[in-house]
């Protein structure tokens, strides 16, 4: 085809007459004509013009050969600029509001649904009432009057309906009727309900968020559609609730709350509050969206000692032989300090623990010293609210002015309240090998975990262990044990202050525990708010009778799934991991090996 | 015209024998091609398109059947003429297409935020598709008699009508009409002498527009932002015409098997060509690429040795306009530039821009027929 192009090149010798004939006479007249300025001039364009022409024809070749290339590139070659443009645009991904919320292994807590919103303008409607009519036939379950009052108000724009189903759209859609349309929305759910509620929180209608980490990152998970990740493992997270409700349902108690920590990182891995709520539906019951765990502030009780013993040991004030003089109760201004379980005798220290003494803990806390006490119990995090990252976070009760009677009662867990969390952080500082790190409900990666402040020595965290060991074993916690998990602790029993008096039936029953006590991995405290005694328990509602079998089941249903293996010998190594060689005379060695778990 | 063997004897001396024995039936025969082609994608791309948008199947194939003829008359109406005729039709042509422009800006109908279309019964106008042939044919007779005759100030006209034409452009706003228009009128220019530096000043202004209409026109800047960082906002269109070219390979899907359509809303007329890359393969856009390329240099070749300055201009004008029409549509579907909203001539569905074109290229065919003479008109 092309060559074509060029055959007027050759016309001279075309065998075409007319062409011929007009080669010969423009030559003539070329040669015959006389070259006066205009024809000159005309001649000098009509040249410049001609090797223009063959400029401009010279890029146009060009740009059709670029044309031509690359069709053949994008057709045969399938350039990866084409395949990746194309993957692009496809990938291209979908609009997705706010973030997820998911536990610590990726399982979802929160998520957002698409849905649509009906809504009715009602300048639009004609006849308010038919159109009523039809409406409530499509969606039976709004109120006919006041969709009616809606479509005849003056309003620009009313909202008849949310979160449609595909259904309902439909069936609206069917009714085609002007004047109501769609909008798109998204629905906040939470799969599971209420077992995280009172960390995950909720959403109110417009997605704000308004209570939990909904609210507390609610900047964060509105503008990232990645997921939140929580310290929280929803496997323990249930395991914990339906354990704790059960035992709240045994002992008609009026609420309770557990948690379980990871003492190596801070990580609530566990965190339940009862009575909870549902947050997939509507709520009023202020009683239910209390967060025991975080809002709470308990006088704990006994569990309290564990502090108190520590800084005693740790400041050298006394060691595991010191004894006390419990015989009788100390009588102090209005006041006397009695024991529960009173022996009447002289108690060591780790006697003192493993049989609750209040007298024993009131001296030991004289031993330390107010300013001393006070140090540790700051350095434990007992006397600042818990850096936790939610919106209800309550601060502690502490004594002020501080006196050497609130010194005396704060060593056994009274006249100072402080939440759930602070005393899960504190006490995991303590089996840790004396590290204390802030309580955190996100995830921590390795990366993340901080250093952490030594607040005790690894050898006074270790003796700490081992006389928790011996509450399970010889003391008020036996109920405690979970077999092969070796499970220590110590048992908490408050009487409630109730407007200025305790109150001898209004008991708080709480177990502090962490195993497996030679190394712990995790501490578990659980609180029991007013249960009563039953038969089972001889009419006993105190924490080791209470709280105290929670956890010994607690631990028997997460030990396996966290991987931790049972072992049937009572301490790895060699007499408690070098307990003291001085065994004082309660101290005894249980076999259990070949222990069945219940 | 010789029954016996229908065909035009060569003793034939009626105006359609003659115009048979001195028409290029090359650039004809490329021209005829095309047309076929076109009505071919249009029969593949547009009832997808109709259906789209709830028209019946062959809403746009029954227009185009009706915009074909007329085309192919225009065509062989126009080449009958004269080359003074042809000059005649340019300029009155010219004026009916300004004063139309003017009309639009008043009374025209706006589409997509530019006013560029007039409402006659029947059908809707575009009356600069029209301006642009007749425009060239207009400047080169200015530039041509500039430097025929002494004293003839053809240069300044040419340069005021050109002043002119881009205003009411871009009052529409047209500014890729604009950049064609403009484009032609200096390539005339160059090819009527224009001194080096002004060439290059030219050039330099030329760019300079260009950036301008990126700062001016939000439209033109979002499309450029996209083709240069397709992450910025929506290509769907340019995406999916690479997968087509992408899917049809060397020989094409087949007639009616391509998806192209389906999800393109300008497949029967601005991406055309991935239509064409996908359902019929390499080898057809090649061809497609072929023919114009052919018509645009035969085009020069023809009037290469001519004698008459104008004849060249105006040729050289038309040719270069058809060209840089097909040119930005291809690249366009090709990733090779922003998309500019440009047809493909006699492919692309489109009433106006189809007659327009027919108008153009019959003035080529006219102007490129064999003549005997001085180079003067006669």
Request: proline residues 5%.
């Given at each position: 085809?092309?060559?074509?192009?060029?055959?007027?090149?050759?016309?001279?010798?075309?065998?075409?007459?007319?062409?011929?004939?007009?080669?010969?006479?423009?030559?003539?007249?070329?040669?015959?004509?006389?070259?006066?300025?205009?024809?000159?001039?005309?001649?000098?364009?009509?040249?410049?013009?001609?090797?223009?022409?063959?400029?401009?024809?010279?890029?146009?070749?060009?740009?059709?050969?670029?044309?031509?290339?690359?069709?053949?590139?994008?057709?045969?070659?399938?350039?990866?600029?084409?395949?990746?443009?194309?993957?692009?645009?496809?990938?291209?991904?979908?609009?997705?509001?706010?973030?997820?919320?998911?536990?610590?292994?990726?399982?979802?807590?929160?998520?957002?649904?698409?849905?649509?919103?009906?809504?009715?303008?009602?300048?639009?409607?004609?006849?308010?009432?038919?159109?009523?009519?039809?409406?409530?036939?499509?969606?039976?379950?709004?109120?006919?009057?006041?969709?009616?009052?809606?479509?005849?108000?003056?309003?620009?724009?009313?909202?008849?309906?949310?979160?449609?189903?595909?259904?309902?759209?439909?069936?609206?859609?069917?009714?085609?009727?002007?004047?109501?349309?769609?909008?798109?929305?998204?629905?906040?759910?939470?799969?599971?309900?209420?077992?995280?509620?009172?960390?995950?929180?909720?959403?109110?209608?417009?997605?704000?968020?308004?209570?939990?980490?909904?609210?507390?990152?609610?900047?964060?998970?509105?503008?990232?559609?990645?997921?939140?990740?929580?310290?929280?493992?929803?496997?323990?997270?249930?395991?914990?609730?339906?354990?704790?409700?059960?035992?709240?349902?045994?002992?008609?108690?009026?609420?309770?709350?557990?948690?379980?920590?990871?003492?190596?990182?801070?990580?609530?891995?566990?965190?339940?509050?009862?009575?909870?709520?549902?947050?997939n539906g509507t709520l009023t019951d202020q009683n239910a969206m209390f967060d025991?765990?975080?809002?709470?502030?308990?006088?704990?009780?006994?569990?309290?000692?564990?502090?108190?013993?520590?800084?005693?040991?740790?400041?050298?004030?006394?060691?595991?032989?010191?004894?006390?003089?419990?015989?009788?109760?100390?009588?102090?201004?209005?006041?006397?300090?009695?024991?529960?379980?009173?022996?009447?005798?002289?108690?060591?220290?780790?006697?003192?623990?493993?049989?609750?003494?209040?007298?024993?803990?009131?001296?030991?806390?004289?031993?330390?010293?107010?300013?001393?006490?006070?140090?540790?119990?700051?350095?434990?995090?007992?006397?600042?609210?818990?850096?936790?990252?939610?919106?209800?976070?309550?601060?502690?009760?502490?004594?002020?002015?501080?006196?050497?009677?609130?010194?005396?009662?704060?060593?056994?867990?009274?006249?100072?309240?402080?939440?759930?969390?602070?005393?899960?952080?504190?006490?995991?500082?303590?089996?840790?090998?004396?590290?204390?790190?802030?309580?955190?409900?996100?995830?921590?990666?390795?990366?993340?975990?901080?250093?952490?402040?030594?607040?005790?020595?690894?050898?006074?965290?270790?003796?700490?262990?081992?006389?928790?060991?011996?509450?399970?074993?010889?003391?008020?916690?036996?109920?405690?044990?979970?077999?092969?998990?070796?499970?220590?602790?110590?048992?908490?029993?408050?009487?409630?202050?109730?407007?200025?008096?305790?109150?001898?039936?209004?008991?708080?029953?709480?177990?502090?525990?962490?195993?497996?006590?030679?190394?712990?991995?995790?501490?578990?405290?659980?609180?029991?708010?007013?249960?009563?005694?039953?038969?089972?328990?001889?009419?006993?509602?105190?924490?080791?009778?209470?709280?105290?079998?929670?956890?010994?089941?607690?631990?028997a249903r997460i030990a396996p799934m966290v991987g931790i293996a049972p072992i049937?010998?009572?301490?790895?190594?060699?007499?408690?991991?070098?307990?003291?060689?001085?065994?004082?005379?309660?101290?005894?060695?249980?076999?259990?090996?070949?222990?069945?778990?219940? | 015209?010789?029954?016996?063997?229908?065909?035009?004897?060569?003793?034939?001396?009626?105006?359609?024998?003659?115009?048979?024995?001195?028409?290029?039936?090359?650039?004809?025969?490329?021209?005829?091609?095309?047309?076929?082609?076109?009505?071919?994608?249009?029969?593949?791309?547009?009832?997808?398109?109709?259906?789209?948008?709830?028209?019946?199947?062959?809403?746009?194939?029954?227009?185009?059947?009706?915009?074909?003829?007329?085309?192919?008359?225009?065509?062989?109406?126009?080449?009958?003429?004269?080359?003074?005729?042809?000059?005649?039709?340019?300029?009155?042509?010219?004026?009916?297409?300004?004063?139309?422009?003017?009309?639009?800006?008043?009374?025209?109908?706006?589409?997509?935020?530019?006013?560029?279309?007039?409402?006659?019964?029947?059908?809707?106008?575009?009356?600069?598709?029209?301006?642009?042939?007749?425009?060239?044919?207009?400047?080169?007779?200015?530039?041509?008699?500039?430097?025929?005759?002494?004293?003839?100030?053809?240069?300044?006209?040419?340069?005021?009508?050109?002043?002119?034409?881009?205003?009411?452009?871009?009052?529409?706003?047209?500014?890729?009409?604009?950049?064609?228009?403009?484009?032609?009128?200096?390539?005339?220019?160059?090819?009527?002498?224009?001194?080096?530096?002004?060439?290059?000043?030219?050039?330099?202004?030329?760019?300079?527009?260009?950036?301008?209409?990126?700062?001016?026109?939000?439209?033109?800047?979002?499309?450029?932002?996209?083709?240069?960082?397709?992450?910025?906002?929506?290509?769907?269109?340019?995406?999916?015409?690479?997968?087509?070219?992408?899917?049809?390979?060397?020989?094409?899907?087949?007639?009616?098997?391509?998806?192209?359509?389906?999800?393109?809303?300008?497949?029967?007329?601005?991406?055309?060509?991935?239509?064409?890359?996908?359902?019929?393969?390499?080898?057809?856009?090649?061809?497609?690429?072929?023919?114009?390329?052919?018509?645009?240099?035969?085009?020069?070749?023809?009037?290469?040795?001519?004698?008459?300055?104008?004849?060249?201009?105006?040729?050289?004008?038309?040719?270069?306009?058809?060209?840089?029409?097909?040119?930005?549509?291809?690249?366009?579907?090709?990733?090779?530039?922003?998309?500019?909203?440009?047809?493909?001539?006699?492919?692309?569905?489109?009433?106006?821009?189809?007659?327009?074109?027919?108008?153009?290229?019959?003035?080529?065919?006219?102007?490129?027929?064999?003549?005997?003479?001085?180079?003067?008109?006669?």
């Amino acid at each position: 085809m092309f060559t074509a192009l060029f055959r007027r090149h050759a016309l001279i010798h075309d065998k075409d007459g007319d062409v011929a004939a007009t080669q010969s006479y423009q030559g003539g007249d070329y040669q015959g004509g006389t070259f006066h300025g205009v024809e000159s001039a005309r001649r000098r364009s009509l040249e410049v013009g001609r090797t223009r022409l063959l400029v401009t024809g010279g890029m146009f070749m060009l740009a059709f050969s670029i044309i031509s290339a690359r069709l053949v590139e994008v057709s045969i070659f399938k350039s990866s600029e084409a395949l990746r443009h194309a993957r692009s645009t496809e990938a291209a991904p979908l609009h997705v509001g706010r973030g997820d919320i998911v536990d610590r292994n990726g399982v979802v807590l929160a998520t957002s649904l698409p849905t649509v919103n009906l809504y009715a303008e009602p300048q639009d409607i004609q006849d308010p009432a038919e159109v009523a009519k039809r409406v409530v036939s499509a969606l039976p379950d709004l109120p006919y009057a006041e969709v009616e009052a809606k479509l005849a108000s003056e309003r620009s724009f009313v909202y008849l309906k949310r979160n449609l189903t595909p259904n309902q759209e439909y069936s609206i859609n069917h009714l085609g009727i002007p004047g109501l349309s769609f909008e798109k929305g998204e629905r906040r759910v939470y799969p599971h309900g209420p077992l995280a509620a009172h960390i995950v929180g909720m959403t109110d209608i417009d997605h704000h968020g308004v209570a939990g980490i909904e609210k507390k990152f609610d900047a964060r998970l509105r503008s990232s559609s990645a997921p939140l990740a929580l310290s929280i493992d929803i496997r323990i997270q249930n395991a914990m609730r339906e354990e704790l409700a059960k035992s709240i349902e045994d002992f008609q108690a009026l609420g309770g709350t557990g948690l379980v920590m990871d003492v190596h990182t801070g990580e609530l891995v566990a965190m339940v509050s009862l009575p909870d709520f549902n947050p997939n539906g509507t709520l009023t019951d202020q009683n239910a969206m209390f967060d025991r765990a975080t809002l709470g502030v308990y006088e704990m009780g006994s569990t309290f000692k564990l502090f108190t013993a520590a800084a005693a040991l740790d400041l050298g004030v006394a060691n595991v032989e010191s004894r006390y003089d419990a015989t009788n109760p100390i009588q102090i201004a209005n006041f006397s300090i009695r024991d529960y379980h009173a022996l009447k005798r002289w108690l060591t220290v780790p006697e003192i623990l493993i049989h609750s003494s209040n007298i024993g803990a009131a001296k030991m806390g004289l031993d330390v010293g107010t300013k001393n006490l006070r140090e540790y119990l700051g350095k434990f995090g007992l006397l600042s609210p818990a850096s936790l990252e939610l919106p209800e976070v309550a601060s502690p009760l502490v004594p002020n002015p501080w006196r050497e009677i609130n010194t005396m009662t704060v060593a056994f867990g009274h006249g100072m309240a402080v939440t759930p969390v602070q005393m899960i952080t504190g006490v995991s500082a303590i089996v840790n090998g004396g590290t204390f790190r802030p309580a955190t409900v996100l995830k921590r990666e390795e990366s993340a975990i901080p250093a952490g402040e030594r607040v005790i020595s690894a050898e006074t965290a270790k003796k700490i262990r081992w006389m928790m060991r011996l509450v399970v074993e010889d003391g008020t916690g036996a109920k405690a044990e979970a077999p092969g998990y070796l499970v220590g602790g110590k048992t908490g029993t408050a009487e409630k202050n109730v407007s200025g008096h305790y109150v001898r039936k209004a008991l708080l029953s709480s177990f502090m525990a962490a195993f497996p006590i030679a190394n712990p991995k995790y501490t578990v405290l659980v609180i029991m708010d007013e249960p009563q005694g039953n038969k089972s328990t001889f009419g006993y509602a105190t924490g080791g009778w209470t709280a105290a079998p929670v956890v010994s089941r607690v631990v028997a249903r997460i030990a396996p799934m966290v991987g931790i293996a049972p072992i049937y010998d009572h301490w790895p190594g060699k007499g408690y991991g070098g307990a003291p060689e001085v065994v004082p005379a309660v101290a005894r060695t249980t076999d259990l090996s070949g222990g069945e778990s219940e | 015209m010789n029954m016996k063997n229908y065909s035009f004897a060569r003793t034939d001396t009626s105006a359609v024998g003659r115009w048979w024995w001195t028409v290029d039936h090359w650039t004809l025969g490329a021209l005829a091609f095309l047309i076929a082609i076109g009505v071919l994608l249009t029969l593949s791309a547009s009832p997808a398109v109709a259906q789209r948008i709830g028209a019946q199947s062959f809403h746009f194939v029954y227009r185009q059947f009706v915009f074909v003829p007329l085309a192919v008359l225009i065509i062989v109406g126009i080449s009958l003429q004269s080359p003074k005729t042809v000059r005649r039709i340019g300029a009155v042509g010219f004026l009916i297409g300004v004063v139309l422009m003017m009309a639009t800006l008043v009374v025209g109908v706006e589409v997509k935020g530019a006013t560029r279309w007039i409402n006659v019964p029947g059908l809707s106008l575009q009356p600069s598709e029209f301006i642009k042939p007749t425009f060239a044919v207009v400047t080169a007779w200015m530039f041509s008699e500039a430097r025929a005759k002494d004293h003839f100030p053809g240069d300044l006209i040419a340069v005021g009508l050109f002043g002119m034409v881009i205003g009411l452009l871009l009052l529409q706003p047209d500014v890729g009409m604009s950049l064609v228009v403009s484009a032609v009128w200096c390539t005339q220019f160059f090819l009527a002498g224009l001194s080096l530096f002004w060439v290059l000043l030219l050039v330099v202004i030329g760019l300079g527009s260009l950036v301008g209409a990126y700062f001016i026109f939000p439209h033109v800047a979002s499309r450029v932002d996209r083709f240069l960082d397709p992450s910025t906002g929506d290509t769907y269109q340019i995406a999916k015409a690479m997968q087509a070219f992408s899917h049809g390979g060397l020989l094409g899907t087949g007639p009616g098997e391509g998806r192209v359509k389906e999800v393109l809303p300008d497949a029967h007329t601005d991406f055309i060509f991935a239509v064409a890359g996908e359902e019929f393969g390499l080898i057809l856009c090649l061809f497609i690429v072929g023919l114009f390329a052919f018509i645009v240099l035969r085009g020069f070749v023809r009037v290469m040795g001519d004698e008459n300055l104008f004849i060249l201009l105006a040729v050289g004008g038309l040719s270069v306009q058809f060209g840089l029409q097909a040119l930005i549509n291809m690249a366009s579907s090709l990733r090779l530039m922003p998309t500019k909203g440009m047809t493909l001539p006699f492919i692309s569905y489109g009433g106006s821009s189809m007659l327009a074109r027919a108008v153009g290229m019959g003035m080529l065919l006219a102007l490129t027929r064999r003549r005997t003479g001085t180079g003067e008109l006669g």
